[in-house]
């Protein structure tokens, strides 16, 4: 009998109400902790805040592969929902996700201009980024999502973003503005609960594939796109689990380090992905990446990973990916 429920899969209410519930739990308790005097518990809320865009950020990942409810409307509302809980808002849901849908069918990073040729030719904006990212700060996370709002402005193909960008802006300045009448704390909490975020998504993205990066996202699926097949999509693609003894931990990001399954099936839901990674995957599989070699790498590589593009089909187990240095600004949320 075909499913007529709310969500696309039957077994979907309890969970996906669950990790509803939570997003929504976090962000408001997060913003109230936020707007008390500076205290440990100041430091709580920037902690949940930023958890809370975390998980929405992979339920928003969740509706773009239309997997969370049975119709595209309900998928694409949520969506809309979770831009403006990710501060994610001057993006639009259709560039979203045909970015990432293209990550899919071109099996590829394919972005519609890669900073890793612009950015040499500025030699003090590289400067101050590899200071910055010394420091741990994601400036280059920084930059991709301030792209967001800067190309509708620059680009005559995404002009028609202008006037979304122009609402996000006038909103979310008007939002803080009444925090801040609150509390003035919010203008240094806020943006350390986003750093905080922006890290959290970085470092579950580098790590993820060996793929090549194109600067075709404005362009049609080039023939380079048909030489990628299922299996050289499976060979570079990693899943980085925070914890293989509890699996319980990579609810943290909404199971999304289970990567080669998201890959192998893209209509399954974010719960079953633990189970279908043991019936698909030995323990010990060539994909899976462990996370304590992973964070050495993240330390290790912080700055030489600015304008790192590893090469596909590079043997990143022969030391459990300690010097898999991985790739920047591939997030599906900064869409261009």
């Known amino acids: 009998m075909q499913n007529q429920g709310l969500f696309r899969h039957d077994d979907a209410i309890l969970p996906n109400l669950m ?91 394919i972005v519609s201009f890669d900073f890793r040729e612009t950015i040499p030719k500025h030699p003090l904006l ?12 994601p400036a280059l996370e920084i930059w991709m999502h301030l792209m967001v709002v800067l190309l509708p402005f620059i680009k005559p193909s995404r002009r028609q973003r202008r006037g979304r960008v ?17 509390s003035w704390h919010v203008l240094w909490l806020y943006p350390l609960a986003y750093l905080l975020f922006l890290t959290v998504m970085r470092f579950m993205d580098i790590h993820q594939h060996t793929y090549e990066v194109f600067e075709t996202l404005d362009q049609k699926r080039g023939p380079e796109a048909k030489l990628r097949d299922a299996e050289f999509e499976q060979r570079n693609t990693y899943s980085n689990l925070l914890s293989v003894r509890y699996p319980w931990l990579n609810l943290l990001v909404l199971n999304f380090c289970y990567h080669n399954v998201h890959h192998a099936s893209m209509l399954q839901p974010w719960y079953r992905l633990p189970k279908l990674n ?22 290790r590589y912080r700055v030489p990973r600015i304008l790192n593009g590893d090469p596909v089909d590079l043997d990143v187990k022969q030391d459990e990916g300690e010097t898999f240095i991985g790739v920047d600004g591939v997030s599906f949320l900064t869409a261009h």
């Open 19 to 109: 990790a509803f519930s939570y997003v929504l739990l976090t962000y408001i308790v997060g913003f109230g902790l936020l707007l008390l005097e500076p205290s440990l518990w100041s430091l709580l809320g920037v902690v949940l805040l930023a958890h809370s865009m975390v998980i929405a950020s992979y339920l928003l990942h969740e509706a773009a592969h239309y997997s969370l409810f049975r119709k595209k409307t309900h998928n694409r509302w949520f969506a809309e929902v979770c831009l403006w809980i990710t501060g994610c808002s001057y993006s639009h849901f259709d560039d979203v996700q045909h970015k990432h849908n293209r990550h899919h069918i071109d099996r590829a990073d």
């Open 278 to 299: 043991a019936e698909m995957f030995d323990i010990d599989h060539p994909q899976q990446l462990t996370f304590k070699h992973l964070v050495k790498s993240f330390h």
């Open 166 to 182: 122009m609402m996000a802006l006038i909103l979310r300045v008007v939002f803080f503005a009444w925090l801040v009448s609150i």
């Open 126 to 137: 590289l400067k101050v980024i590899k200071a910055f990212e010394w420091a741990y700060i």
